[in-house]
Structure formats: structure tokens, C-alpha cells
């Protein structure tokens, strides 16, 4: 009789655990599915109001976006991932699951869900109007559930797709684990159309409406409400839009209304100008404040390069009465 020692059995043991693990890895083995990298690079001049210090003007923005896609028991799973800015260490991710009939489920951690993808629909040339303003970007954009942490519900059905977003306690990106933020849980969704549904051609349509909670942030109870609607004409070579929006915050003491309206037009096939302009009045419990913001854009394409340049203003900055700013961009991407 063989007597076995110490080593020997836990030799055996390892044996048999490596067996299992390799067993179970075999049973969760890998689809084929198609891998496509894409990128683009953006080269910027910015050009700050007189009261700020523009520093070095010059900027740079490489993107890579990773995307994946197969077939994983019937369903069409797709991943995608792209990172904004490798040195600024920004990125956002996609899980998407195709159920065909049934719709489109995901989780989102930064590419835009709900009430998020339809902010602002108003026709630009580039940049929007808003953009680069110090504290423009937050007055009057519509978002309850936002876009990290976020279950993402597609659906379209006679050529209206509803888009709907959930999100449980705070919108941080989370890893493997869940979110140490604070709460306020949201919901909100989007809806949009063409013209042809109703027989009109040449219009984009949208509406949409969420409520983010605050009794779990700590601020009071009651809910803050998003609300937009938008729609846009395209005729010949120019598009005009016009969208209206509101936030009902109960809590705050601030609700905000938005009037904007943009107008693009197409020079030629390679060439578009556009100019729009956004009114927010920030309603407060005893005065209101009307931002008024305006913006013309430019782009060029060539091929693969673009060049794009935008000049935005404002007065009564996110609802500071005599507070203005400016900002000049112009921008150069190579796309890959």
C-alpha cells in the first residue's frame, strides 16, 4: 500500500482544482464576435473673454473608440468603449443587448441615455451655443437620470423610438461595485419622429419629460422635473429648429425655462454655416434672471480633416445679473 504524504495530497488537490477551473472556463468560453477600433484627432485655438486668462490657447484631444459585437445565445451583444482623452483619463462605456422585436436593453456609463440625448436638438454647424461658457452648460439642460450608472431601455415602434433611462441612487461610474455617492434616484425618457409619421416631410421631432428624487439627497421632499420638446425643418439646404425646455425644481428654489432656436445652412457639400441663439430665465423664489446666449459656427470637411470654428456669448451668465462671457474656438480633426 502507497502511503501518501503531505505534499503529495495537496499535489492531488491542486490537480483537481485546476481541473474544475478549467472546466468551468471551457463551459463560459468566448464567442466571435467582430472588433472595429476608430479614432479622431482634435486640434484646438481657444480664445477666452477679457476677464479670464487664456494661458496657453493651444489644445489637443485624441479619441479612440473600441467597439465589439457578436452573437451570444440568439441575442446580438454589443460593447463599446471610448476614451476622450487618454491624458485626462476621461472615457465612457456601452453593454448593449439586441433582442430584436423586444427592443434594446444597455447599461451606460457615460455615452448618453433618456431625456440626456435630446439636451439640446437645435441645428449647428459645430459646437452649440452654450459651449465653453463658464456655468452655460448646466442652466437649462434637460437630463434627469444623466448618463453613468444609467439602464437603458430602445424601443422603436412605427418609426417612433422611445428611449428610456433608469438609474438607482447617484449617477457616479462604478466599477465592479456599487456607488458610495450620495442618492437621488432618476427616471426620464425621450421620444422622437420624423415628419413622415404624420405626413409632413423634412421634420425632426422630440419630446420628453423625468423626475430625479431629492428626498434621498437630504435637500427636502419633492421631485425635480425635466420637460423638452423640440423640432427641427429641413428645407433645401437650410434646417431650422426650435426647442423649449423646463426644470421644475421644488427644492432649490430656482426652476429654470428655456427658449432656443438655431439655423443651419448648407454652403455646399462641404461647407455649413449656422447661427442660434438660447434664452434661460432662471426663476427664483423672489427675483427671475433672463440668460441670453448667442452663437455663430462655421465647419469645412475635407475628406477625413475638418475644420470647424465657433464664436458663443452671453449675458446674465447661468442667471448672474451683468455677468457676461465669451469664448472663440477654432478646431482642426483628423479622423481615423
Do not use: C
Amino acid at each position: 500500500m502507497k502511503i501518501l504524504t503531505k505534499g503529495e495530497i495537496m499535489n492531488n488537490f491542486k490537480k483537481v482544482g485546476l481541473t474544475a477551473l478549467a472546466g468551468s472556463l471551457a463551459a463560459v468560453s468566448a464567442h466571435a464576435a467582430e472588433m472595429t477600433v476608430s479614432g479622431a484627432t482634435l486640434l484646438t485655438y481657444t480664445s477666452e473673454d477679457e476677464t479670464e486668462v487664456t494661458g496657453n490657447p493651444l489644445g489637443m484631444k485624441t479619441n479612440l473608440s473600441f467597439t465589439a459585437s457578436g452573437e451570444v445565445n440568439g441575442y446580438t451583444v454589443s460593447y463599446m468603449q471610448t476614451s476622450v482623452d487618454q491624458f485626462a483619463g476621461m472615457s465612457s462605456a456601452r453593454l448593449s443587448v439586441d433582442m430584436g422585436d423586444m427592443g434594446t436593453i444597455a447599461f451606460d456609463q457615460g455615452s448618453g441615455s433618456g431625456l440626456k440625448t435630446i439636451d439640446d436638438k437645435t441645428p449647428t454647424a459645430a459646437e452649440e451655443i452654450w459651449d465653453g461658457l463658464d456655468g452655460a452648460s448646466v442652466g437649462g439642460l434637460v437630463g434627469a437620470a444623466g448618463s453613468s450608472g444609467v439602464l437603458n431601455y430602445i424601443q422603436t415602434i412605427s418609426d417612433v423610438t422611445a428611449n428610456v433611462a433608469v438609474r438607482r441612487g447617484s449617477g457616479t461610474s462604478n466599477s465592479d461595485g456599487s456607488s458610495s455617492g450620495a442618492g437621488q434616484s432618476a427616471w426620464d425618457f425621450a421620444l422622437t419622429g420624423s415628419g413622415d409619421t404624420f405626413g409632413v416631410e423634412g421634420v425632426a421631432w422630440g419630446a420628453g419629460y423625468g423626475e430625479a428624487s431629492n428626498g434621498d439627497n437630504g435637500v427636502g421632499s419633492g421631485d425635480t422635473e425635466h420637460m423638452t420638446v423640440f423640432a427641427n425643418y429641413s428645407f433645401g439646404p437650410a434646417t431650422f429648429g426650435i426647442q423649449k425646455s423646463d426644470i421644475d425644481a421644488p427644492n432649490t428654489g430656482t426652476d429654470e425655462e428655456v427658449l432656443a432656436w438655431g439655423l443651419a445652412f448648407n454652403v455646399n457639400d462641404n461647407f455649413s454655416v449656422s447661427y442660434g441663439e438660447r434664452e434661460v430665465d432662471f426663476k427664483a423664489t423672489a427675483t427671475s434672471t433672463t440668460e441670453e446666449g448667442e452663437g455663430i459656427a462655421a465647419a469645412y470637411t475635407m475628406g477625413s480633416i475638418k475644420i470647424a470654428g465657433n464664436i458663443n456669448e452671453v449675458k446674465n451668465n447661468n442667471g448672474t445679473a451683468g455677468a457676461k462671457d465669451s469664448m472663440t474656438e477654432i478646431a482642426v480633426s483628423f479622423a481615423f
